[in-house]
């Protein structure tokens, strides 16, 4: 059932034939194969327990038919990969494309139903309070399944650091190196989705903010009781530049930093200050900042949302040596990255409260990140698609 299948089309489009549902091999005509018809998830090599809690997840019949707070967005050919622009030559090279956001290529995507906005910590806690769920920071960490994920050889931690936790942002001390992430980045016990800071701290307040410290699974598991799934990293670049060509942001290219705010990221000194100018420290409530084109809101900053695809830092060369056009791309087979190949990463997109254009610029459209699927994050959520042709 979960057998992953890779849908990558070195095909053109048709344009002799009358139906635009189709494709060209030579001359014959053939459909373009629609989402319904593609095999999504493979579940080899993912923790076993995890994958069990989100198969024993049942769907909810009235969450599966509806349609409110979601957006039907008509599929397309588009352009993916990192934008080049005139007028950001002097951006730092953090703000403009990396390597694994090159080289663009050619894509079409079918049709979709998308979430307008992140899964918030009210609809979260409904499919908690629903189905019982316990989410992957409330789990110990199983050093079996982590020990796959490291060099071989290296030695279990004490138990005291397997117990419950999940990674909180502290602002570094100035003149500490940001490139060494615990200078910002605490691994914290018994922080999850409703104790975002830890015992004492509630979501009290901020059902209407962005869930977080959710894992890849948890995300997934949400998504089936609601008879939706996670986007593609191809449906979720299409769905975030809501039809504009060739920009860098979804709101076109007008740059960060200029007296207006178009998303929640960090204004000031990354991660040592936040001047908090567009008047939130860490997470906003949905729908704060205008609308893309599409009408889905925060699909830059806020928070990093997890996708379907395996992140692998080639797949873009990949796609690109097979040439013509990509037909609902599904991510690489299995996540090759080139900075840290033990660790098999989920790919996450839009960028966070955090992004700032000294460091990732993850509030651009083609901007890449990834991580573990078992990781939580206090920047890290999720939105859900579906398919049009399902319903």
């Keep these: 059932m979960y057998k992953r299948l890779l849908v990558i089309c070195g095909l053109c489009l048709c344009f002799n034939c009358k139906d635009d549902k189709v494709i060209s091999s030579g001359n014959e005509c053939m459909p373009i194969p629609q989402q319904s018809d593609i095999v999504r998830i493979d579940f080899t090599d993912l923790n076993p327990a995890f994958v069990k809690s989100i198969e024993s997840i049942r769907e909810n019949a009235s969450k599966a038919t509806d349609f409110n707070g979601m957006v039907k967005i008509s599929g397309g050919v588009f352009e993916m990969g990192g934008d080049i622009v005139e007028g950001f030559e002097d951006m730092p090279k953090t703000a403009v494309p990396q390597g694994d956001e090159l080289p663009k290529h050619t894509v079409r995507v079918s049709g979709f139903w998308m979430d307008e906005h992140e899964v918030t910590n009210a609809q979260f806690k409904e499919f908690v309070q629903a189905t019982g769920y316990v989410t992957t920071a409330e789990h110990p960490i199983d050093w079996q399944e982590l020990k796959k994920q490291l060099p071989p050889g290296t030695p279990k931690p004490p138990d005291e650091n397997l117990l419950p936790a999940s990674l909180v942002f502290n602002y570094a001390n100035k003149g500490a190196s940001k490139n ?77 930093e200029q007296g207006k705010h178009f998303a929640n990221h960090l204004q000031g000194e990354f991660p040592y200050v936040n001047t908090v100018d567009d008047r939130f420290e860490r997470t906003a409530p949905v729908k704060s900042f205008p609308a893309n084109n599409y009408g889905l809101f925060d699909m830059a900053g806020n928070v990093w949302e997890w996708t379907n695809d395996w992140y692998s830092s080639k797949y873009y060369y990949e796609l690109k040596l097979k040439g013509g056009i990509a037909i609902n791309p599904m991510g690489p087979e299995s996540g090759f990255d080139a900075y840290n190949n033990n660790e098999k990463k989920k790919s996450i997109r839009g960028g966070s409260f955090l992004c700032n254009d000294y460091w990732c610029s993850g509030f651009r459209n083609s901007r890449r990140m990834r991580n573990t699927p078992d990781t939580s994050m206090e920047h890290i959520g999720f939105r859900c698609i579906r398919e049009i042709n399902t319903k």
Aim: glycine fraction near 10%; aromatic fraction near 16%.
């Design 180 to 256: 060494n992430l615990s200078n910002w980045w605490t691994f914290k016990k018994n922080v999850n989705w409703k104790n975002p800071n830890g015992p004492g701290t509630s979501i009290e307040g901020k059902e209407n903010h962005p869930v977080v410290h959710v894992s890849w699974y948890d995300a997934m598991a949400y998504a089936k009781w609601a008879g939706k799934r996670l986007p593609t990293e191809a449906e979720w670049e299409f769905a975030m530049r809501g039809g504009l060509s060739n920009n860098m942001y979804p709101w076109g290219n007008e740059k960060t």
